[in-house]
């Protein structure tokens, strides 16, 4: 991942919450708000699932916790094992939009310019997933 990533933008503001004609407020603030901390957590590959202590690593697979639930508990491994394919993914939005997939995904290509591949996968009600072969593109 890009180093510059990781420091929030030279551009954001302490702007008020409420945005008012003479201080509008822009999409970076908007998305990250007051939150300490906010921007450098969102692009952190690095915290991953250090941080994730819901399930033990114990050798049983399922737990009854309560009357009729099943809990199935995943060790660190297990959690890697089913991330490793999303790793490099991104969902992407579009608002005010209608595109094809064919379309989306020849706009992306020449708006991002990765230097790998790119592949896209229309999710259905305006969202797509787009993944990465290289971090780089990332």
């Known amino acids: 991942m890009d180093p510059s990533m990781l420091s929030p933008p030279a551009e954001t ?8 004609e003479t201080n509008p407020q822009s999409y970076l603030s908007k998305l990250i708000g007051h939150i300490p901390r906010a921007y450098e957590n969102v692009f952190s590959l690095e915290r991953g699932l250090d941080d994730d202590d819901s399930d033990d690593d114990v ?6 916790s309560q009357e009729g639930q099943l809990r199935v508990l995943l060790t660190r491994e297990g959690k890697l094992t ?16 209608v595109f094809e997939l064919q379309y ?3 706009r992306l290509k020449s708006l ?6 790119m592949d896209c996968v ?17």
Do not use: E
């Not at 503001?13 to 008012?20: G, R």
């Open 59 to 64: 050798a049983k697979d399922m737990d009854y």
């Open 13 to 20: 503001s302490d702007a008020p919450a409420v945005p008012n």
């Open 104 to 106: 989306f995904a020849q």
């Open 112 to 117: 991002w310019k990765p230097s790998g591949n």
């Open 82 to 97: 089913l991330h490793q394919p999303w790793r490099f993914s991104l969902i992407v939005k579009l608002f005010g939009k």
């Open 122 to 138: 229309d999710l259905g009600n305006g969202f797509f997933l787009v993944t990465f072969n290289t971090i780089a593109d990332f």
